[in-house]
């Protein structure tokens, strides 16, 4: 990335870590992030459910909780094809 953008890898390293902290903040507060060509950023929501200890075989609660979903766009759905 560093070398593509004519970056030192110490530069390249604090874009993507801004990067990373701006879509997380928007994911936090409920927005959704697209890139388009690259993908959206969006939250799922986990409904709570029963699950098996695997070691046990006893059966757990899981919470509810949220997740960070990808879903890729056309071009970068095209540049690995």
Do not use: C, Y
């Given at each position: ?65 949220k997740a960070p979903k990808f879903q890729a766009g ?8």
């Amino acid at each position: 990335m560093a070398e593509l953008a004519g970056l030192s890898k110490t530069d390249a390293g604090k874009a993507l870590n801004a990067f990373i902290e701006s879509v997380g903040k928007s994911l936090k507060s409920g927005h959704e992030v697209r890139l388009v060509g690259f993908g959206t950023f969006s939250v799922t929501h986990r409904k709570a459910r029963e699950g098996r200890n695997p070691r046990t075989g006893e059966t757990i609660k899981i919470a509810a909780s949220k997740a960070p979903k990808f879903q890729a766009g056309a071009v970068l759905k095209k540049t690995i094809a």
